[in-house]
């Protein structure tokens, strides 16, 4: 398991790539598998609602923010929600690698005339990020980039007031069909240094040290739903059934549930 220092210096290269052209970011195998998680799998989240639930189920988790202070992790330019928290949360700092990002960000926080916030381009993990004793910490897509787990729940903890909470979305590597995709993909991924999708370990040591608070898995019996919805069907037929999957992911009842999932958002709480 790598220590701060490595992780700092592959983070360095990290940066570097999110700075760099979408072009220059994929070589041809990245961008098949691009084309098919951000193309095929992206109209089938639109059609059936999907991202838009986990956005709106995440304002519900985040709750009243007149008094909180946020830290949007690893925001990039701005995620879906940054405005929105930037608008209404008494401080609201956003913060990633790429400064090319942060300042298309702080730019878009002026447009939207925001009061109190900030945009910084820096590592998470570096001792130089000072900032502490934050009510909310959002993390949409950011918590896989991390293999030093244990290194990340460390930080996390340490940034967190007491009884803060944790909004995270990421993506699962824990059902067979999924993880066979990923190990062929694997030796040919531009951005494999720091892309570790969840696995069952990864799972039990969120449940060990922050309380699940809420779960909600995605793509789990519905990733199916994709392939299901191109049969020559009724479509009412289809989006019942494909409905019916998707609900059946959404509310799921126990922890190991969330294994057949492709992506997993939870609301943690420090404990």
């Known amino acids: 398991m790598k220590n701060t ?4 210096e592959i983070n360095k290269r990290q940066k570097d790539f999110y700075n760099s052209s979408q072009k220059a ?3 041809f195998i990245s961008t098949i598998w691009s084309n098919l998680r951000n193309g095929i799998l ?3 989240r639109s059609k059936f609602d999907i991202k838009n639930r986990v956005h709106e189920q995440h304002k519900i988790w985040l709750g009243d923010l007149r008094n909180k202070k ?3 992790l690893g925001c990039l330019r701005g995620n879906y929600l940054s405005i929105y928290m930037a608008q209404n949360a ?5 913060i990633d690698l790429s400064d090319v990002a942060i300042a298309s960000l702080v730019q878009d926080l002026k447009k939207h005339d925001c009061k109190n916030v900030r945009g910084i381009a820096i590592d998470f993990l570096s001792p130089e990020f000072h900032d502490t004793d934050f009510d ?3 993390a949409y897509g950011v918590l896989h980039h991390f293999e030093n787990f244990d290194l990340l729940i460390s930080k996390l903890n ?4 007491n009884n803060g909470i944790i909004i995270s979305y990421d993506p699962l590597d824990t059902s067979l069909p999924i993880q066979l995709l990923r190990t062929l993909y694997r030796p040919f ?3 494999k240094d720091w892309e570790w999708p969840f696995t069952k370990k990864t799972i039990q040591k969120i449940s060990e040290n922050f309380k699940i608070e809420d779960i909600r898995g995605l793509l789990g019996m519905s990733k199916y739903g994709v392939a299901f919805n191109l049969l020559p069907l009724s479509t009412s037929f289809k989006v019942k059934k494909i409905s019916a999957m998707i609900e059946k992911d959404w509310n799921i009842l126990k922890l190991d549930q969330i294994y057949s999932c492709m992506h997993v958002t939870m609301l943690l709480r420090k404990i």
Do not use: R, T
């Open 5 to 8: 220092q490595q992780i700092l």
């Open 25 to 27: 970011k994929k070589n």
């Open 42 to 44: 992206n109209d089938f």
């Open 70 to 72: 946020i830290l949007d």
């Open 90 to 94: 008494k401080e609201y700092i956003g």
């Open 136 to 138: 909310i910490i959002y």
């Open 158 to 161: 340490e940034k967190l007031n």
């Open 189 to 191: 991924q531009s951005d």
